[in-house]
């Protein structure tokens, strides 16, 4: 019989891996017993099980919800058949990415976004580079005119530079 651990023959590996291996395999043997279970599975059919309940109950208590969510999503050509929404992808309420059917899915949300999550899919997080999206300026200016209008002893310069740091979103600055 031929044992494959993580990508690497049983005969190939040192006796360093394979005692490695034992003891980690000793360990789930252990859990196992004091458990009275053996240990989830991570797999597709797994992740799906758990959502299977919850597929098309998900918003049986606020269809309103549910149905502007779908709409959103189908709006920006998202199908929700067979997909549950889960709200801790969305960036924004109904985004279709929070749409999602597997592990994979949830996994690609993750990683485009730097989310990191542990349990059925495991992805570490990851700084993502600040929004650099500076403010329009045609705001800038009818702010810095009414300002302006309103006090004519300021600054424009210095009022501009209020307007700016006041308006900027604190995660683009």
């Known amino acids: 019989m031929k044992v494959i651990v993580n990508g690497k023959r049983w005969e ?3 006796q360093a891996e394979k005692d490695h291996h034992k003891a980690r395999w000793a360990v789930r043997a252990n859990e196992m017993i004091a458990n009275s279970r053996p240990p989830q599975a991570r797999t597709e059919d797994t992740f799906r099980a758990n959502f299977d309940a919850t597929n098309g109950k998900q918003f049986e208590k606020f269809p309103k919800l549910g149905d502007t969510y779908r709409r959103v999503a189908e709006a920006r050509g998202q199908s929700t058949t067979g997909k549950v929404y889960l709200q801790q992808l969305a960036a924004f309420p109904g985004d279709p990415r929070a749409w999602v059917d597997s592990r994979g899915e949830v996994r690609r949300v993750c990683e485009e976004r730097g989310h990191g999550c542990e349990g059925a899919v495991t992805v570490k997080h990851r700084e993502v580079p600040p929004n650099t999206v500076a403010l329009a300026d045609d705001l800038v200016r009818e702010e810095v005119a009414d300002r302006l209008v309103a006090d004519p002893g300021l600054k424009p ?15 683009a600055k």
Do not use: G, Q, Y
Not at 164 to 170: A, G, L, S, Y
């Open 12 to 14: 190939d590996m040192t």
């Open 157 to 171: 310069s210095k009022v501009e530079e209020d307007v700016r740091n006041e308006r900027t979103p604190h995660w």
